[in-house]
């Protein structure tokens, strides 16, 4: 989503269509190739 506001303080508010959303996650190929299980937190 994208959206602009003038310089003073401002609520935006959106609707969402969540099967679009999920389409389009689906459609990445960035997304499809991921994996987590590289990505890791350092342990203290």
């Known amino acids: ?3 602009t506001a ?3 303080e ?3 508010v959106a ?3 969540l099967a679009r959303l ?3 996650r689906a459609a990445l190929p960035a ?3 991921r994996r ?3 990505y890791r937190w ?3």
Do not use: K, N
């Open 1 to 3: 989503m994208l959206a």
């Open 6 to 8: 003038g310089d003073e």
């Open 10 to 12: 401002t609520v935006i």
């Open 15 to 17: 609707d969402s269509d």
């Open 22 to 24: 999920d389409a389009i």
């Open 31 to 33: 997304l499809r190739h």
């Open 36 to 38: 987590p299980e590289t």
């Open 42 to 44: 350092a342990t203290p």
